[in-house]
């Protein structure tokens, strides 16, 4: 299970770039997460 602020590794073109708040955030499917990283 992911949740917020986990660190991940990901596919070079997975998800899609958006900007919220003026801050850039990748949004990509669960399964586009290819691993979790321990911090």
Request: net charge negative; proline share 0%; glycine share 8%.
């Amino acid at each position: 299970d992911l949740k917020a602020g986990d660190r991940v590794l990901f596919a070079k073109y997975a998800g899609t770039e958006i900007k919220v708040e003026g801050e850039e955030l990748l949004v990509m499917r669960e399964d586009d997460v290819m691993a979790v990283v321990d911090k």
